[in-house]
């Protein structure tokens, strides 16, 4: 039961796409469909298309950030590495679609292989043959160049011509497929699901009817690559669990005008919004150009990165780098409430080059002071060399929640490591959100 429940979503997405596939299978018996070559690579032309478009319609989907899809995937952050990798199994089917019927076409004539290419006069295959160019230019793009995020978003966003190209195509085509009903609903419906969600959130931003509004307050300069931002609610003031993370967007023309992902440093009890920022690269290196007073809206709140989402009161606390600000907020909401404190056990461990990168040590220190029952344990690789799990997990129960939050090879290596030890894969708790 429970590995369904961390699985939801994944599962869903698995039910959805092979729907239309079930449905192929009892259109005609398999042994007509495979009588020879020519019909062989036709067949797996067709189960390639509609698990293609199925996986490309639930992309979109996928991409909305819904809510829903929050506590179905247990977190945005999953919901983006499903969609990451959904988004290039998509792209693969899609493409072999074409391939596997130009082979069938060789099976009858290479003129007749040569005209399903390069013949233009078929409108629904002229549709199709835009559309895995369209694709094959934006995947391109997508995995293989680097661009600014700006930039690479703004591509990004002409995958909704892909999809309606391709609907176009599934929907104008004649075939066996078109001619059974049942298929040729359920396909439509889908692509439309994927259309309204692009529609959506690319399109007509519905989305930003319900954003938050809030204004910035203060900058503070932790160190030279970390900053804090503390913010005022200008109107209804959002509602979280620490560790969560939001959705930050400037309302000043030409300065972090675009929608950025950011962890959350104030305690839910705060009458202020605060959010930990890591100031490199070109979007956040302009945090010190604003000025007090500037508003900006905030979506969210997203992910499931919370020590209240543990089932054990002893926990272990791992962070690395700027992966340190969800556990700032964690820290500071338990603070507030000394009762939680003599029921938790926790021990944080900070992972971090050398002290000029040790980002709010003084605070979680003077916590530590406060109560007996946190630890705060910084570790400089430059000094210590890298972190220990053998040293970390010393004579630790096994059924333990632990808290990994940091670089993605960072937090890989520890979980191997606990796992390698005997630690409970799902007690093992990851932010993984990057863009």
């Known amino acids: 039961m429970k590995l369904f429940k961390n699985n939801s979503g994944l599962i869903l997405v698995i039910i959805l796409s092979i729907i239309?596939?079930?449905?192929?299978?009892?259109?005609?018996?398999?042994?007509?469909?495979?009588?020879?070559?020519g019909m062989t690579f036709r067949s797996l032309g067709q189960i390639t298309g509609l698990l293609g478009m199925a996986l490309l319609s639930i992309n979109f989907i996928l991409a909305a950030r819904f809510k829903f899809l929050d506590k179905l995937f247990n977190g945005l952050n999953r919901v983006y590495i499903k969609h990451h990798t959904i988004g290039a199994l998509a792209f693969c089917l899609i493409l072999f679609h074409p391939v596997f019927?130009?082979?069938?076409?060789?099976?009858?004539?290479?003129?007749?292989?040569?005209?399903?290419?390069?013949?233009?006069?078929?409108?629904?295959?002229?549709?199709?043959?835009?559309?895995i160019l369209v694709f094959i230019v934006l995947m391109v793009i997508t995995f293989y160049l680097k661009f600014k995020y700006e930039n690479w978003k703004n591509t990004h966003k002409y995958l909704g011509i892909v999809l309606f190209l391709s609907?176009?195509?599934?929907?104008?085509?004649?075939?066996?497929?078109?001619?059974?009903?049942?298929?040729?609903y359920y396909m439509i419906i889908l692509a439309m699901l994927g259309a309204c969600s692009y529609i959506y959130r690319t399109i007509l931003q519905v989305y930003k009817k319900d954003e938050?509004?809030?204004?910035?307050?203060?900058?503070?300069?932790?160190?030279?690559?970390?900053?804090?931002?503390?913010?005022?609610?200008?109107?209804?003031?959002?509602?979280?669990?620490p560790g969560q993370f939001v959705f930050l967007r400037f309302q000043e023309k030409g300065i972090l005008s675009e929608s950025h992902p950011f962890s959350i440093t104030s305690s839910p009890s705060d009458d202020h919004l605060s959010?930990?920022?890591k100031t490199l690269g070109d979007y956040t290196s302009m945090i010190y150009l604003l000025k007090p007073g500037v508003t900006c809206s905030i979506e969210g709140p997203f992910g499931s990165f919370s020590y209240l989402k543990g089932?054990?009161?002893?926990?272990?606390?791992?962070?690395?780098?700027?992966?340190?600000?969800?556990?700032?907020?964690m820290a500071r909401q338990i603070n507030t409430k000394k009762a939680e404190f003599n029921s938790y056990n926790i021990d944080l461990y900070y992972s971090v080059k050398n002290t000029s990168e040790l980002a709010f040590a003084i605070e979680f220190e003077q916590i530590a002071r406060q109560?007996?029952?946190?630890?705060?344990?910084?570790?400089?690789?430059?000094?210590?060399?890298?972190?220990?799990?053998?040293?970390?997990?010393?004579?630790?129960?096994?059924?333990?929640?632990?808290?990994?939050?940091?670089?993605?090879?960072?937090?890989?290596?520890?979980?191997?490591?606990?796992?390698?030890l005997g630690f409970i894969n799902n007690k093992i708790h990851s932010e993984e959100f990057s863009l």
């Open 212 to 241: 938050y509004q809030y204004k910035l307050e203060e900058i503070i300069r932790v160190n030279d690559d970390i900053a804090e931002l503390k913010l005022s609610s200008l109107s209804k003031r959002m509602r979280f669990l």
């Open 101 to 131: 019927l130009i082979i069938q076409y060789l099976f009858i004539s290479l003129k007749a292989s040569f005209l399903f290419v390069f013949s233009f006069q078929d409108l629904a295959l002229n549709l199709g043959k835009i559309a």
């Open 20 to 37: 239309p596939i079930i449905i192929w299978l009892f259109m005609k018996p398999l042994a007509d469909r495979f009588t020879s070559f």
């Open 371 to 420: 109560n007996n029952n946190f630890k705060f344990h910084p570790y400089l690789s430059e000094k210590d060399s890298y972190i220990s799990v053998s040293l970390v997990s010393k004579n630790e129960d096994i059924n333990i929640d632990i808290f990994l939050c940091g670089p993605k090879k960072f937090m890989k290596s520890l979980r191997e490591q606990f796992i390698n």
């Open 311 to 329: 089932e054990s009161k002893r926990q272990i606390w791992i962070a690395g780098g700027i992966g340190i600000t969800p556990f700032l907020s």
């Open 275 to 277: 959010l930990g920022i």
């Open 167 to 184: 609907g176009l195509h599934m929907f104008l085509i004649p075939s066996d497929i078109s001619n059974n009903t049942t298929l040729k």
